[in-house]
């Protein structure tokens, strides 16, 4: 029982992550976008809209991202990266 972290241990380490996951951030290249617009279909938040006449997805409202990564997993083209 002596090698298992305590409480304080586990709240500092999770403090450790949210504070580096607060400070990534979505990069977009739109020239890798084919318009597959998974993007759009998963973020929670609405940051994402398709543009159906060019076939590329739009990034918009960066500040309400909330960088969860759900785009980033879900881009085939792998023009969504977070960082």
């Known amino acids: 029982m002596g090698s ?3 409480l304080m241990d586990t709240l500092a380490e999770h403090w450790e992550i949210a ?3 607060r400070s ?3 990069h977009f290249d739109p020239e890798k976008c ?3 617009w998974q993007c759009y279909e998963v973020c929670p938040i609405g940051c994402w809209t398709p543009d159906y006449e060019r ?3 739009i990034f918009h409202d ?3 991202c909330v960088a969860c990564g ?3 997993l879900q881009c085939p083209e792998d023009a969504i ?3």
Do not use: M, S
């Open 62 to 64: 960066p500040e309400k």
């Open 19 to 21: 504070k580096k996951l």
């Open 34 to 36: 084919k318009g597959v």
């Open 55 to 57: 076939r590329v997805a």
């Open 70 to 72: 759900a785009c980033v």
């Open 81 to 83: 990266e977070l960082k």
């Open 4 to 6: 298992e972290p305590g």
């Open 24 to 26: 990534l951030q979505i």
